[in-house]
T-cell receptor, first 112, second 115 residues
Framework: KAGVTQTPRYLIKTRGQQVTLSCSPI?????VSWYQQTPGQGLQFLFE???????NKGNFPGRFSGRQFSNSRSEMNVSTLELGDSALYLC???????????FGPGTRLTVT | GENVEQHPSTLSVQEGDSAVIKCTYS??????FPWYKQELGKRPQLIID?????GEKKDQRIAVTLNKTAKHFSLHITETQPEDSAVYFC??????????????FGRGTSLIVHP
């Protein structure tokens, strides 16, 4: 099976702009989670979608949102970008078993 | 919420030695403990996991032990090789009421294996 894919791989945005990141899970996986990885804070959970519904949510402001489509592909949106949003954004997909997760390569977002 | 502490932050060993990384967690409701390996510039990869109903799990040179009473779990790598060099993350996933969960990760351990 093909692995988790994310697009774009690299992105440079300006403060105040918004950005949309995309994630295609492994075929058959219905759970998609999003994480933010930074040197200072490590890996932090953003949210998880399962069958088009947000099932879990981390402690991030409302500027971070997401959605999942009927084919399990997921998008994450960040509005009003701040310098501190610069990070590697990882998505991970999993089967119906909610525990196992397989990560994508990430999208490196730089906010200037 | 859950808090996961991971030690050491850096671990340097000689090829062939064993390496041990330890994590402690705070929420007794956590019941799934995965370990991920992340090589420089690459995605985290699940290398082994353990659920709260077992105390130890092995997969070739890698093993994980869990002590639920003390709320800690450890990754053991035997006969280390240079290709084991990477950052290793532990995580704990509590199962909250309603079936929701928030995975919490340790800050990572940079393992360096010297040839």
């Amino acid at each position: 099976k093909a692995g988790v894919t994310q697009t774009p791989r690299y992105l440079i945005k300006t403060r105040g702009q918004q950005v949309t990141l995309s994630c295609s899970p492994i075929s058959g996986h219905r759970s998609v989670s999003w994480y933010q990885q930074t040197p200072g804070q490590g890996l932090q959970f953003l949210f998880e979608y399962f069958s088009e519904t947000q099932r879990n949510k981390g402690n991030f402001p409302g500027r971070f949102s997401g959605r999942q489509f009927s084919n399990s592909r997921s998008e994450m949106n960040v509005s009003t970008l701040e310098l501190g949003d610069s990070a590697l954004y990882l998505c991970a997909s999993g089967p119906d078993d909610p525990y196992e997760q397989y990560f994508g390569p990430g999208t490196r977002l730089t906010v200037t | 919420g859950e808090n996961v502490e991971q030690h050491p932050s850096t671990l340097s060993v000689q090829e062939g030695d064993s390496a041990v990384i330890k994590c402690t967690y705070s929420d007794s409701a956590s019941n799934y403990f995965p370990w991920y390996k992340q090589e420089l510039g690459k995605r985290p990869q699940l290398i082994i996991d353990i659920r709260s109903n077992v105390g130890e799990k092995k997969d070739q040179r890698i093993a994980v032990t869990l002590n639920k009473t003390a709320k800690h779990f450890s990754l053991h790598i035997t006969e280390t090789q240079p290709e084991d060099s990477a950052v290793y993350f532990c995580a704990a996933r509590p199962l909250l009421t309603g079936g929701s969960y928030i995975p919490t990760f340790g800050r990572g351990t940079s393992l360096i294996v010297h040839p």
